[in-house]
């Protein structure tokens, strides 16, 4: 039985900074390429960024320089840390794998003055 449960999101103003974790159960874990996903109100989940089981990573291009995701394989976390939000990162944040297989409730990330 597969379970991503994310946390760590709350308000924050532009600026700041938060740290989303992802808590893996199964035995998948290390064997998969993992990610962030985002999906504001009434737009498309878009994926932010991911990490091979090898820990090589990609970024969508608008987050380079401010997010940073990483991956404790021994813990079967991944995390995702984010500076300088801005209102346009308020979304709901998932993890997942890849390819999108284990969709959870997701954490909410709320940016504003």
């Known amino acids: 039985q597969v379970q991503l449960v994310e946390s760590g999101g709350g308000l924050v103003q532009p600026g700041g900074s938060l740290r989303l974790s992802c808590a893996a159960s199964g035995s998948f874990f290390s064997l998969r390429t993992m990610a962030w996903y985002r999906q504001a109100p009434g737009k498309q989940r878009d994926l932010v960024a991911a990490i091979t089981s090898l820990g090589s990573t990609n970024y969508a291009d608008s987050e380079k320089g401010r997010f940073s995701i990483s991956r404790d394989n021994a813990k079967n976390t991944v995390y995702l840390q984010m500076n300088s939000l801005k209102s346009d990162d308020t979304a709901v944040y998932y993890c997942?794998?890849?390819?999108?297989?284990?969709w959870g409730q997701g954490t909410q990330v709320t940016v504003s003055s």
């Open positions: 997942n794998t890849a390819q999108g297989d284990y």
